[in-house]
């Protein structure tokens, strides 16, 4: 095997679309909401929301059918990079990435995709719901009325916001929903530098109690996919979403363990 085709990664560049402000999880465009991200730190008081400016239908079908990564540079994001330089020196800050659709009446039609680092498998339907009502009424809904992620305030098509705690706290993520959406969800944040899994939720049934469907993503080589945020070769924070590349020592100890086996299994025939 090419080494090239070892550690090759694929990489999406969002191409969204522009809409007035963050669509939430409410919007009945068929697609579901956008897919945002948000990155705060309790040290600094403050946390960023990101438009991604992708719908979570288009989102899902990147790992169903298409290049099965995504990511999203922040370089040149100055929310972010404002974000940063409050934060300072702060060991506490962390991301977290989801979008949902909540409009449908049927069960599978009530989905989520996010950012989990706790355990997936023990969300019900009404963790779902109600984590999703959580992000549109509480934080989307109060995060849209500013004018720096809302066009038609002046603002830009896939803004950011910048909210501080005191003078934006009701646009804080940690005073308005928090990384378990408002206790309704297991914890959907990790640090930055570091990567956590992403799982596809759909209700199973109109049963609150009951279990709802995850399932994680999926990248390349059929590899489990996951979520990060840190800095590339150049410096930059880039947002990846992708199936970890195998190092090639993995691959050189695979490839020595089996022929390891075959030189047994030669052995034993020429007995």
């Given at each position: 095997?090419?080494?090239?085709?070892?550690?090759?990664?694929?990489?999406?560049?969002?191409?969204?679309?522009?809409?007035?402000?963050?669509?939430?999880?409410?919007?009945?465009?068929?697609?579901?909401?956008?897919?945002?991200?948000?990155?705060?730190?309790?040290?600094?008081?403050?946390?960023?929301?990101?438009?991604?400016?992708?719908?979570?239908?288009?989102?899902?079908?990147?790992?169903?059918?298409?290049?099965?990564?995504?990511?999203?540079?922040?370089?040149?994001?100055?929310?972010?990079?404002?974000?940063?330089?409050?934060?300072?020196?702060?060991?506490?800050?962390?991301?977290?990435?989801?979008?949902?659709?909540?409009?449908?009446?049927?069960?599978?039609?009530?989905?989520?995709?996010?950012?989990?680092?706790?355990?997936?498998?023990?969300?019900?339907?009404?963790n779902m719901v109600d984590s999703l009502n959580q992000i549109k009424n509480n934080y989307l809904d109060t995060a849209n009325l500013k004018p720096a992620i809302n066009v038609t305030l002046g603002g830009q098509a896939n803004g950011s916001l910048l909210a501080q705690k005191g003078t934006d706290g009701n646009a804080y993520f940690l005073e308005v929903v928090g990384p378990t959406f408002g206790g309704k969800f297991v914890d959907t944040s990790a640090a930055i530098g570091t990567s956590v899994g992403i799982y596809d939720f759909v209700r199973s049934?109109?049963?609150?109690?009951?279990?709802?469907?995850?399932?994680?993503?999926?990248?390349?080589?059929?590899?489990?996919?996951?979520?990060?945020?840190?800095?590339?070769?150049?410096?930059?924070?880039?947002?990846?979403?992708?199936?970890?590349?195998?190092?090639?020592?993995?691959?050189?100890?695979?490839?020595?363990?089996?022929?390891?086996?075959?030189?047994?299994?030669?052995?034993?025939?020429?007995?």
């Amino acid at each position: 095997m090419k080494l090239q085709h070892i550690v090759a990664a694929v990489a999406l560049a969002a191409s969204g679309t522009a809409f007035a402000n963050v669509l939430d999880p409410l919007v009945t465009t068929g697609q579901g909401g956008e897919m945002s991200l948000t990155v705060y730190s309790a040290q600094a008081q403050a946390s960023v929301l990101i438009d991604t400016g992708i719908m979570l239908a288009d989102f899902r079908s990147i790992f169903t059918s298409g290049a099965k990564s995504f990511s999203l540079d922040l370089s040149s994001n100055s929310a972010f990079n404002s974000f940063l330089a409050l934060a300072g020196d702060a060991s506490d800050i962390r991301f977290a990435f989801f979008g949902g659709d909540n409009s449908g009446v049927s069960a599978a039609q009530r989905t989520m995709i996010t950012t989990v680092s706790g355990d997936a498998t023990t969300v019900t339907n009404g963790n779902m719901v109600d984590s999703l009502n959580q992000i549109k009424n509480n934080y989307l809904d109060t995060a849209n009325l500013k004018p720096a992620i809302n066009v038609t305030l002046g603002g830009q098509a896939n803004g950011s916001l910048l909210a501080q705690k005191g003078t934006d706290g009701n646009a804080y993520f940690l005073e308005v929903v928090g990384p378990t959406f408002g206790g309704k969800f297991v914890d959907t944040s990790a640090a930055i530098g570091t990567s956590v899994g992403i799982y596809d939720f759909v209700r199973s049934s109109t049963s609150a109690l009951g279990d709802a469907t995850e399932s994680a993503l999926i990248g390349e080589g059929g590899r489990t996919a996951v979520a990060g945020l840190a800095k590339n070769a150049a410096g930059n924070y880039v947002f990846t979403v992708a199936a970890p590349v195998p190092e090639p020592s993995s691959y050189a100890l695979a490839l020595a363990g089996l022929a390891l086996v075959g030189a047994a299994a030669r052995r034993r025939a020429a007995k």
